[in-house]
């Protein structure tokens, strides 16, 4: 015997898949949001490096400095961090890296959680609603004494939905929960790289700006020094 089930009456009529409904609304939200975030920081990491130590190399941080500034990849927020810092020593400007990758970290990883939990989640309320429409099906056969299909169809569709809701919800978004963690690993690595390369042009190179007192240190002593001690040593030779 044929039985017709009303789906949209089993989908509408059963608490657990609306819940579903619900994750999925929020899954697919998240999943947007993250999809968009990624794309939006996707840049250039290698070039923005090759370009700040160019500048660096001809002693110009602030150049440097503008070009990190405009990458949106991690390592342009970490590499700026790293150039205000200069000057520090080895462990300080250690920690400072390690709080803007820190940082950097906190932002990629915004939201990623919840994806996560609702890929986690998701069977389990499905198989809740198996277990819900299973009681249902048996609860109308003991109110109405008879096993017919017509009676148990509505529970059993409504078991049979709900795990499929679950997977359907869940298998994306563990998908894309796994692909965004690792790339969320590939950038900041790539960060932390290309900053510590560019911390090491930071200390071999001068500054384009240098004073009087760091002129002396880096050129050595001025002419007017030289000529002086020269002059004095004439004297000396000259009174003998």
């Given at each position: 015997?044929?039985?017709?089930?009303?789906?949209?009456?089993?989908?509408?009529?059963?608490?657990?898949?609306?819940?579903?409904?619900?994750?999925?609304?929020?899954?697919?939200?998240?999943?947007?949001?993250?999809?968009?975030?990624?794309?939006?920081?996707?840049?250039?990491?290698?070039?923005?490096?090759?370009?700040?130590?160019?500048?660096?190399?001809?002693?110009?941080?602030?150049?440097?400095?503008?070009?990190?500034?405009?990458?949106?990849?991690?390592?342009?927020?970490?590499?700026?961090?790293?150039?205000?810092?200069?000057?520090?020593?080895?462990?300080?400007?250690?920690?400072?890296?390690?709080?803007?990758?820190?940082?950097?970290s906190l932002l990629l990883e915004n939201n990623l959680g919840l994806l996560g939990t609702m890929a986690a989640v998701a069977p389990l309320i499905g198989l809740l609603g198996t277990v819900w429409g299973i009681m249902r099906a048996f609860r109308d056969m003991s109110a109405i004494g008879s096993a017919a299909p017509s009676i148990v169809a509505a529970g059993v569709a409504e078991a049979l939905t709900t795990t499929a809701a679950?997977?359907?919800?869940?298998?994306?978004?563990?998908?894309?929960?796994?692909?965004?963690?690792?790339?969320?690993?590939?950038?900041?690595?790539?960060?932390?790289?290309?900053?510590?390369?560019?911390?090491?042009?930071?200390?071999?190179?001068?500054?384009?700006?240098?004073?009087?007192?760091?002129?002396?240190?880096?050129?050595?002593?001025?002419?007017?020094?030289?000529?002086?001690?020269?002059?004095?040593?004439?004297?000396?030779?000259?009174?003998?």
């Amino acid at each position: 015997m044929n039985v017709d089930i009303n789906w949209l009456g089993v989908i509408t009529s059963s608490p657990i898949f609306l819940v579903l409904i619900g994750m999925s609304v929020v899954t697919l939200a998240v999943a947007i949001e993250r999809v968009y975030y990624f794309s939006r920081r996707k840049d250039r990491a290698d070039e923005t490096l090759d370009r700040a130590v160019r500048e660096i190399r001809r002693g110009d941080r602030d150049e440097a400095r503008r070009i990190c500034r405009s990458c949106k990849h991690p390592v342009g927020a970490v590499a700026c961090s790293i150039i205000d810092s200069e000057g520090l020593d080895g462990e300080k400007a250690e920690e400072q890296l390690q709080i803007s990758l820190s940082q950097q970290s906190l932002l990629l990883e915004n939201n990623l959680g919840l994806l996560g939990t609702m890929a986690a989640v998701a069977p389990l309320i499905g198989l809740l609603g198996t277990v819900w429409g299973i009681m249902r099906a048996f609860r109308d056969m003991s109110a109405i004494g008879s096993a017919a299909p017509s009676i148990v169809a509505a529970g059993v569709a409504e078991a049979l939905t709900t795990t499929a809701a679950g997977l359907i919800i869940a298998v994306p978004a563990l998908m894309l929960y796994n692909h965004l963690t690792r790339k969320i690993h590939v950038m900041l690595t790539v960060a932390e790289n290309n900053t510590r390369s560019l911390r090491l042009e930071l200390e071999k190179a001068p500054s384009k700006k240098v004073g009087a007192d760091n002129r002396d240190k880096i050129y050595g002593e001025p002419d007017s020094a030289v000529i002086g001690r020269i002059a004095e040593e004439l004297e000396t030779v000259t009174a003998e």
